[in-house]
């Protein structure tokens, strides 16, 4: 197994980028034809047209996006980013959390044993690599703060500025809470079970601390059907994350709630309960409950970045906002369709403050030149990516091929 050397990483500003030929979200249900000029990280113009003006393009790099869709970058509330080499453990439904957590903590046997061994900063980088390969350029890490995840040389914005417990059975909770910036949200695992423990934890919470917009619930499947008026009156987010639910529970939040709680976002989890990244979550959504597609849009952006109050503008592509995009296939449909109907091989690039992150084989073919920064190729789900990531980070799995977490794991425990 090789190490993670701590690798060097360029965090240099890159140049002016335009992007031009493609369409460009507005909102969900729009997008219009424009050229996006890049520059310091943010999205300095949109110009409508195909064409950028004459000289717009002399101090800056130029990619042509002919028959391509530019979404905002997505925005993932919830991820353990350190289990993210891990194969999904367990065998539910469990009544609650704690019983799935008590069956797979198995620290001393297989797989768990080889991959607690792995450099926690290579697991790290490879929750980052699942996140950037779902088109997520900003995630919410629900744990404790490492180095790595504040290097402005990553590929995406892992944020930071939130408080946090575990749970409620954290004794120490209560100080946590208050213990956290007014202006920041307090994130918590609340309800992750349908047993008497947990369908008091709403309560619990509104015993020991506020009961307001800054309360993030993660999960909430326990909550009980009174509850459920309070927090939508005192504003508390809830984060849903559907396939992880399925995993642990064998349920997840009621389809009615999803389409009136106005305080609902989507979360990818990890893929140690989840079924891995947050498109994985977006597909799982749409095909469950069939909900609406601009509903299912604004859970990964512009109510995502609400709840973890980011700066305005997160979420949406605007002028002066951060150039932080996802790049697809065009298919003609408005920008919450295509999202809702993505496949894998429907994604180009992943742009993050303004440089390429991620580029399938085929943009990188095209732009060499630009690209070549980026390594790989990496392969999940059968297509090809070149990544802002360390080479010695994506070598800690096999040759190129990182298609499935169940072979990684056996193939790491048999070592
Ligand atoms: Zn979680």
């Known amino acids: 197994m090789s190490q993670v050397a701590a690798a060097p990483l360029s965090a240099s500003a890159p140049r002016a980028l335009v992007l031009s030929g493609a369409r460009v979200a507005i909102d969900p249900g729009h997008a219009l034809r424009a050229v996006l000029l890049l520059r310091g990280g943010k999205i300095e113009a949109i110009l409508p047209g195909d064409e950028p003006p004459a000289g717009i393009v002399d101090s800056a790099d130029r990619i042509d996006l002919k028959d391509h869709l530019i979404l905002p970058g997505l925005i993932n509330v919830h991820d353990h980013l350190h289990f993210g080499l891990f194969p999904r453990l367990g065998r539910g439904p469990y009544p609650g959390w704690r019983e799935w957590a008590k069956d797979i903590y198995r620290p001393h046997e297989p797989p768990l044993r080889a991959l607690l061994e792995i450099p926690k900063d290579a697991r790290l980088w490879w929750g980052i690599v699942h996140n950037l390969l779902s088109g997520a350029t900003t995630v919410c890490h629900h744990d404790a703060a490492h180095p790595l995840l504040s290097d402005p040389a990553i590929p995406l914005t892992v944020h930071l500025a939130f408080g946090w417990a575990h749970s409620l059975d954290d004794p120490e909770w209560k100080n946590r809470y208050a213990g956290t910036p007014d202006d920041w949200p307090f994130i918590v695992h609340c309800a992750e079970g349908l047993d008497a423990k947990c369908r008091r934890e709403a309560a619990k919470f509104k015993r020991g601390a506020r009961l307001d917009d800054r309360a993030v619930f993660v999960h909430a499947v326990g909550i009980p059907r009174r509850d459920w008026l309070m927090l939508q009156a005192a504003g508390v987010w809830i984060v849903w994350c559907p396939t992880s639910n399925l995993h642990i529970l064998g349920r997840t ?163």
């Open 253 to 415: 939040l009621p389809r009615h709630l999803l389409l009136t709680y106005p305080s609902i976002a989507l979360g990818s989890d990890s893929p140690i309960s989840a079924a891995g990244d947050l498109l994985d979550e977006l597909q799982a959504a749409r095909a469950m409950y069939d909900l609406p597609p601009d509903l299912l849009y604004r859970m990964v952006t512009t109510r995502a970045a609400r709840l973890l109050r980011l700066p305005l503008q997160y979420g949406s592509i605007a002028s002066g906002g951060p150039a932080d995009l996802l790049v697809v296939r065009d298919t003609g449909q408005t920008p919450s369709d295509s999202l809702a109907t993505l496949s894998r091989g429907d994604f180009a690039a992943v742009l993050h403050k303004g440089g390429l992150k991620a580029a399938s084989s085929e943009l990188h073919r095209q732009h060499r030149d630009l690209l070549q920064a980026l390594n790989g190729p990496v392969t999940r789900h059968g297509c090809k990516w070149y990544v802002a990531v360390p080479s010695d980070a994506l070598a800690i799995r096999t040759e190129d091929d990182c298609e499935s977490r169940e072979a990684l794991c056996a193939e790491v425990t048999n070592q």
